[in-house]
Every structure is written in structure tokens, then in C-alpha cells.
């Protein structure tokens, strides 16, 4: 699949994901609080790919601590198999975001 841009491609991988949803709420959020003028348009010239992974980075950081979390709490000895069912679901999740955040760091990385 031949993309026209690199976001073009990073948005077409996100999209996948529960992550994508927030993203586009921060990104509109951002929109309606920021300062610059509605008619300056960012181009990919002008998206800084070191910003971008290091972000990405702090992100996966970020949820490698929420499984170390739910790894701790299941460890737990009186824990009900349906609060073991939920700790999964979790982990899945959040494993899912971080291959995801991988994913576009491995894009970002091939540009």
C-alpha cells in the first residue's frame, strides 16, 4: 500500500487502535487552544521526527509502567478469577498500544 506522505502512513497504522480515538481528541483539543493562526497549515516538512519518537518513547515508558501495575496486582493471592480475567484484558490493551507505538517509532525510523 503506497501512502502520500509519512503521516499519511503513521495515521493509516495508528487508526487500528484505541489510541487513535484519544489522539484525535488531543489533536483537536491542541487546535482549539493553541495560538497559531487557523490559516498556518504544518506541513511534514515541519513535524521535527526526533520530537515525534521521543515522545513515543515517553509514551511506551509511560504504559510500561501502568503493566508493571497490573502485573504486581496479579500477583496477588485472593484475587477472583474474574478480576484475573480483567487484569488480561488490561495487559492485552496496553501491549497492543505499546506494539503500536513501536510499529510507528519503526516507521518514523525507515523514513
Same mark, same amino acid.
Given at each position: /500500500? /503506497?501512502? *502520500?506522505?509519512?503521516? *499519511? @502512513?503513521?495515521?493509516?497504522?495508528?487508526?487500528?487502535?484505541?489510541?487513535?480515538?484519544? /489522539?484525535?481528541? +488531543?489533536? =483537536?483539543?491542541?487546535?482549539?487552544?493553541?495560538? &497559531?493562526?487557523?490559516? /498556518?497549515?504544518?506541513? $511534514? $516538512?515541519?513535524?521535527?521526527? &526526533?520530537?515525534?519518537?521521543?515522545? !513515543?518513547? *515517553?509514551?511506551?515508558? *509511560?504504559?510500561?509502567? %501502568?503493566?508493571?501495575?497490573?502485573? =504486581?496486582?496479579?500477583?496477588?493471592?485472593? &484475587?477472583?478469577?474474574?478480576?484475573?480475567?480483567? !487484569?488480561?484484558?488490561? +495487559?492485552?490493551? @496496553?501491549?497492543?498500544?505499546? %506494539?503500536?507505538?513501536?510499529?510507528? &517509532?519503526? +516507521? +518514523?525510523?525507515?523514513?
Amino acid at each position: /500500500m /503506497m501512502f *502520500a506522505t509519512p503521516t *499519511a @502512513m503513521l495515521e493509516q497504522t495508528l487508526k487500528s487502535s484505541r489510541l487513535y480515538s484519544q /489522539m484525535q481528541k +488531543l489533536h =483537536v483539543d491542541f487546535h482549539a487552544k493553541s495560538s &497559531i493562526g487557523s490559516d /498556518m497549515a504544518f506541513t $511534514d $516538512d515541519e513535524i521535527d521526527p &526526533i520530537k515525534v519518537r521521543t515522545g !513515543l518513547f *515517553a509514551l511506551i515508558t *509511560a504504559r510500561l509502567e %501502568d503493566v508493571h501495575e497490573v502485573g =504486581v496486582k496479579g500477583q496477588a493471592t485472593k &484475587i477472583g478469577n474474574q478480576n484475573i480475567g480483567d !487484569l488480561i484484558v488490561d +495487559l492485552r490493551s @496496553m501491549l497492543d498500544e505499546i %506494539d503500536i507505538q513501536i510499529d510507528a &517509532i519503526d +516507521l +518514523l525510523h525507515d523514513l
